[in-house]
């Protein structure tokens, strides 16, 4: 992973710290309490951080990877979270504890995966091939669509939950 330290102007550290924040969500739901709606709070925490990552990733990340490193890469990255989209799906679907805990684990395999391989290969190479001043500008473009997004699933969760 290229050395960002943490420089939220940074694309790279941007994302590095929402893959961080979605890895904690996991352990979390992992290691909670039996505490029906603790346990309801986190799959909801989890699903929204995939979701609304997914979509900020979709509409400034892939864009990027797609002009400066590889059109087939990105069509990879958009596969992987369609993949995830579809696990969503079936959590959210889930009928009983036994098939939400599978879906979720399911779902964190996964993700766990693209996080990785983001991290492991596209980031780093993402950072040596933008300059400073494109990277900002990727983050600040992310960062809006994150917020964005991050409001459409509160308010949607307002009018169903």
Known sequence: MADIDGDMSDVVALLAADHAGIRHLFRELNH????????RDLVHDVLKALIVQGEAEHRTLYPAVEQTLDRDLADRLRRDHDEVEGLIAVVMGATDDGAERSALA????VTTGHLDDEERDVLPRLAARLGTK???????SYSQATEAFTNVVVRTRRRVG
């Open 32 to 39: 909670q309490t039996p505490t029906p709606g603790v346990h």
């Open 106 to 109: 399911d779902l964190e395999r």
């Open 134 to 140: 494109r990277r900002s500008t990727l983050a600040m």
